[in-house]
């Protein structure tokens, strides 16, 4: 394939559900040229309470679908197969890959206390990968890891504004507000959709960080360095996969994405 025609492929972007559209939202403001096939795996979702083993089994399934699709670049926008299977599916995929920032380069800008605060999946925490990245940038940050059960789970099934939701945030942002961070990062691609519960909860003393925007400008950066950016004049095309409950899917990414924008269809994995 020459490099023209191969910058004319989409872009795979994967979650386990519909978190990973908030990637998808900054990947379309940043490269609105690029054509994007978005993977959520709607069927098996959430990923975060599941073993390493089946986050890999599952990572390895999307990759190889979409590389069936002759995907350029591959976007890991979730964090908990970033955490579990990034590393490892690097040692044997031939597309490029991205797994998803962990947001930590731009939360130690803000923080004036270096006191940062990390919501994600309990699979996600169990790794450390935050407090890690974290202890080799910058020895003087402090980490708080906060592991969310049932965010995810509460987002995929639409409870954006429910009594329960609340409950849940109120939850889990008690211990960070009690260590007092000034910064946390959304560790879970799911966190920016109720971003503003989150804010009302936490008041003033919190600024969120939501490392999608990093991870986008990676993944810009990738595409201009190997030549890959779509030239074409259009605005990119974005299919949504799911692996179940299309119409549950579609309902939330149009949260975020203009409906017009983007199609979608159900799709099976293996
Ligand atoms: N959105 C994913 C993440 O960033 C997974 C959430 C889940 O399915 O538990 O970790």
């Given at each position: 394939?020459?490099?023209?025609?191969?910058?004319?492929?989409?872009?795979?972007?994967?979650?386990?559900?519909?978190?990973?559209?908030?990637?998808?939202?900054?990947?379309?403001?940043?490269?609105?040229?690029?054509?994007?096939?978005?993977?959520?795996?709607?069927?098996?979702?959430?990923?975060?309470?599941?073993?390493?083993?089946?986050?890999?089994?599952?990572?390895?399934?999307?990759?190889?679908?979409?590389?069936?699709?002759?995907?350029?670049?591959?976007?890991?926008?979730?964090?908990?197969?970033?955490?579990?299977?990034?590393?490892?599916?690097?040692?044997?995929?031939?597309?490029?890959?991205?797994?998803?920032?962990?947001?930590?380069?731009?939360a130690?800008?803000i923080?004036?206390?270096?006191r940062i605060a990390v919501f994600a999946?309990?699979?996600?925490?169990?790794?450390?990968?935050?407090?890690?990245?974290?202890?080799?940038?910058?020895?003087?940050?402090?980490?708080v890891e906060q592991p969310c059960a049932s965010l995810a789970a509460l987002i995929?099934?639409?409870q954006l504004n429910t009594e329960e939701m609340r409950q849940a945030v109120t939850a889990d942002t008690k211990p960070v507000l009690e260590a007092h961070v000034d910064t946390a990062i959304f560790g879970c691609?799911h966190y920016p959709f109720v971003q503003p519960l989150f804010e009302e909860i936490c008041g003033d003393s919190i600024v969120f960080v939501d490392?999608?925007?990093?991870?986008?400008?990676?993944?810009?950066?990738?595409?201009?360095?190997?030549?890959?950016?779509?030239?074409?004049?259009?605005?990119?095309?974005?299919?949504?996969?799911?692996?179940?409950?299309?119409?549950?899917?579609?309902?939330?990414?149009?949260?975020?994405?203009?409906?017009?924008?983007?199609?979608?269809?159900?799709?099976?994995?293996?």
């Open positions: 394939m020459t490099i023209v025609a191969k910058a004319e492929q989409p872009i795979g972007v994967f979650d386990s559900g519909v978190g990973g559209l908030t990637v998808v939202n900054k990947l379309r403001h940043l490269l609105p040229h690029e054509d994007i096939i978005y993977v959520g795996d709607t069927k098996r979702n959430p990923y975060g309470t599941r073993t390493q083993n089946e986050i890999l089994t599952f990572t390895e399934q999307i990759i190889a679908f979409l590389e069936r699709r002759q995907v350029k670049l591959i976007v890991f926008a979730c964090n908990t197969a970033t955490a579990v299977a990034y590393m490892k599916m690097r040692e044997k995929t031939k597309t490029l890959l991205l797994g998803m920032s962990r947001g930590i380069e731009t130690r800008h923080s004036t206390e270096n999946t309990p699979l996600t925490i169990a790794n450390h990968v935050h407090r890690d990245e974290a202890a080799q940038l910058d020895p003087s940050l402090t980490i995929e099934r639409g691609t490392p999608a925007h990093e991870t986008a400008l990676q993944a810009s950066a990738i595409l201009k360095k190997e030549g890959l950016l779509n030239g074409q004049k259009e605005r990119g095309r974005l299919r949504l996969c799911f692996t179940a409950e299309v119409q549950r899917g579609q309902k939330l990414a149009a949260h975020l994405l203009p409906p017009h924008e983007f199609t979608t269809e159900e799709v099976v994995l293996s």
